[in-house]
């Protein structure tokens, strides 16, 4: 395995660098494709590390030292267990299905060969990130996504509001990586080491309280780069980005780094006191914020976006109670179900010329009847449909967290997931149901091309089966498989033995029938048209709560408020500031010495008699002066 | 008897001041010249009358090397005064400010 591992990272790495030198000179076929290949034996390989996985045994290899720095020893290396190969299949196999639907989405884009060059380098650096055997490998690449994220986000940038989505998802992400760089420090400074594997195996001979200053400092990061609640407000702004990206780096990949980052550093958030309900309740409150916003905005993409950030949320809190591989086995559905509804989405725009606002969409099934299809699958999934993917891994957090015992968890979570059911069902009915209301004179929607098509049928078929690796509940094979890796947790040494029992299948049909429920509200509203619902009254009715809902909670008022202007004056401040103070130094000491000179200047006349004259009476003062003393 | 080296001292000093005011206070550029020759010899009269008081031939063997020095510097001195007047139009001290730019 040694042999081939680095080869996976390395082949998105090749496509990066010819697509970005080269990429201008070659035809837009030869990079997409080349990007593409990359990718696939990056996705190959990732199929043969996971075969090939030794259970017993964690392969940790040291690449190169990077830093040797007396005590300060960083390497660059691969810590491959479980763990790593599933987020590699994950990474690696979204990546692939949205790179080959790029190929068709992006065609005719003046940044084509630019769009392929950032794609694969995004792809590095996530199987990168996914691979580090040290928290600063991890830490660098954390920075190297978000950087690509940036510039995809920002991919149009000649538009002024992509552009600003780009700096400010940047810059949030900055708030969060500002604590994990301080969380890296201070592994450092407790252990003496970033390796995984010495940090961990003293996990617990060190004192708590450090700990969880550790974690939560770690938590900050993973807080940015998941968008969890207060740090969420850039997702939805990065829907600026081309949809491809939205699918494989604010979906599917990227964004689940932040839970990744807790899953991976378990043993530390196990031995820590107390963080692990940070996380618990910093994920519930955003699965309910992303859920409660998602129920009313008419953006398509951001009511993706808010769901993402809700999904989110949910495997937060699912790592909050120790749940490690039910957060990790909703990491691994929700990568396909949601890339498969933002690439739907991608198709929707594309055959309706980049709308993106679903008032003006409406009756598209007859016109795309492959995107209806996908992307009902996708919907189904999200909202917990059995047999569907979501169904498996979302109801497996909630069962837990009833059965654990946190009824309050498990309340707010299942409200929650009727939101989510009500939220992507009015979606669907806005979009695809109902007549149309764009104007069908000038729009003609059509059937996206087949490269695409055939990304939204795969990621539909994973959407299917993606779930039963994780059945029954909690005995599933992705449990087995994923065992190792949380040995400390509080899975390995629960009471409960987890399968089809009657408590699980009670919680089952509770939880179906909550999807249900939502989903029936949905089509009431919004495809039956039910008078008694309909959502301009209720809108009315409930005005305060629907103003605050469609200003998403006025978190961007606040931050604008509180951050962004306060930093702004003091920038104008601080400016003025060096203008006039620090400058004015500087040209005032040039000017005086300009000044003296200019007025020393008048005592050369150039007349020989002032000359004489001074040095006539310089003598006789000069003699006098002999004269007296002596 | 001859007169005390005070006096002849005292008379040299005179003669320098006179000369040292003309070069001062005269505009016209010979004045001015003249006037240093005045001050030149105002020095040999000190000079002399020291070589008499010690009683040397220092003094006298000086005045005579000044002299001679003076009457070369007289020369290139009325040379460049001429040439002077002759490119300026004018013998005005006044006007010859160039080295102030």
Redo the contacts between chains.
């Keep these: 395995m040694e042999a081939y591992l680095w080869i996976i990272p390395l082949a998105p790495l090749i496509a990066f660098l010819v697509n970005f030198l080269l990429g201008r000179r070659m035809t837009d076929a030869a990079t997409g494709l080349f990007a593409t290949g990359s990718v696939a034996v990056s996705l190959l390989l990732s199929v043969l590390v996971f075969v090939q996985l030794d259970p017993e045994h964690v392969l940790n290899i040291e690449l190169y030292s990077w830093i040797p720095s007396g005590a300060f020893q960083v390497g660059v290396g691969a810590y491959v267990d479980q763990l790593t190969s599933l987020m590699l299949l994950v990474v690696t196999s979204v990546s692939l299905l949205v790179h080959v639907y790029s190929i068709g989405y992006m065609r005719g884009d003046s940044g084509y060969y630019r769009f392929f060059s950032y794609l694969p380098l995004f792809t590095f650096s996530m199987l990168m990130l996914v691979l580090s055997n040290n928290f600063l490998q991890l830490y660098v690449f954390w920075e190297a996504v978000g950087v690509c994220s940036y510039l995809l986000i920002g991919f149009w940038y000649t538009r002024a509001s992509a552009s600003n989505a780009a700096m400010k998802a940047f810059i949030v992400n900055r708030v969060g990586d500002f604590g994990f760089g301080l969380g890296v420090v201070l592994i450092f400074v407790t252990f003496g080491t970033l390796a995984y594997a010495d940090v961990f195996a003293r996990a617990e001979d060190v004192a708590a309280g450090t700990l969880t200053v550790i974690t939560l400092l770690l938590f900050m990061g993973s807080m940015g780069k998941s968008a969890q609640w207060p740090l969420h407000t850039w997702l939805p702004d990065a829907m600026e980005g081309p949809t491809p990206v939205s699918a494989l780096i604010h979906a599917a990949t990227m964004v689940t780094a932040g839970v990744y980052l807790v899953a991976r550093a378990n043993p530390l958030f196990e031995a820590a006191a107390g963080t692990l309900t940070v996380v618990a309740v910093v994920g519930l409150v955003t699965a309910l914020l992303g859920a409660t916003i998602g129920l009313v905005q008419n953006d398509i993409k951001r009511v993706m976006a808010y769901s993402t950030i809700s999904q989110l949320g949910y495997m937060f809190f699912a790592l909050g109670m120790g749940a490690y591989v039910s957060a990790i086995f909703h990491l691994f559905t929700h990568a396909f179900f949601k890339a498969l509804l933002f690439l739907g989405a991608g198709s929707v725009m594309h055959g309706l010329n980049g709308e993106t606002d679903m008032r003006r969409m409406g009756g598209l099934r007859r016109y795309m009847p492959q995107t209806f299809a996908t992307l009902l699958i996708g919907s189904l999934a999200l909202a917990g449909v059995p047999p569907l993917a979501g169904f498996w891994s979302k109801d497996e957090i909630l069962g837990l967290a009833f059965i654990e015992h946190q009824y309050w968890i498990y309340g707010l979570g299942t409200l929650a997931s009727f939101f989510t059911a009500f939220y992507i069902t009015r979606l669907m009915a806005l979009t695809f149901l109902g007549s149309p209301r764009f104007d069908t004179e000038t729009i003609h929607p059509h059937e996206s091309p087949r490269s695409m098509t055939v990304s939204l049928w795969t990621l539909a078929g994973l959407s299917v089966v993606a779930g039963f690796v994780g059945a029954p509940p909690e005995a599933g094979f992705i449990h087995r498989f994923l065992a190792p890796v949380f040995e400390h947790g509080p899975e390995a040494t629960a009471e409960h033995a987890g399968g089809f029992t009657t408590e699980v299948l009670l919680l089952m049909l509770t939880a179906t029938t909550v999807s249900v429920l939502g989903i029936v509200l949905g089509l009431a509203v919004y495809a039956w048209r039910t008078p008694a619902l309909d959502p301009a009254v209720w809108g009315r009715r409930l005005r305060p709560v629907y103003n605050m809902l469609v200003h998403k909670y006025y978190y961007d008022e606040l931050y604008d408020s509180l951050f962004v202007r306060t930093s702004r004056a003091l920038g104008g401040g601080l400016w003025r500031f060096d203008a006039r103070v620090v400058d004015g130094a500087v040209n005032g000491m040039a000017r005086s010495v300009s000044d003296t000179g200019g007025t020393m200047r008048r005592l ?6 002032n000359y ?2 001074a040095i ?1 009476l310089g003598l006789v003062a000069l003699v006098a002066y002999l004269f007296f003393q002596v | 008897m001859s007169p005390p080296l005070e006096w002849y001292l005292l008379f040299s000093a005179a003669l320098f001041s006179i000369g040292l005011v003309g070069v001062l206070v005269r505009r016209h550029v010979l004045i001015i010249f003249m006037s240093v020759e005045l001050m030149l010899n105002a020095c040999n009269v000190a000079l002399v009358a020291f070589g008499r008081h010690l009683n040397t031939l220092t003094g006298q063997n000086f005045v005579v090397f000044v002299v001679t020095v003076a009457a070369a510097e007289a020369a290139v001195g009325l040379g460049l005064i001429l040439a002077l007047s002759r490119h300026k139009d004018t013998v005005d001290v006044g006007e010859m400010d160039i080295l102030k730019h």
């Design positions: 050369q006349t150039g007349l020989v008699g004489a004259l006539s």
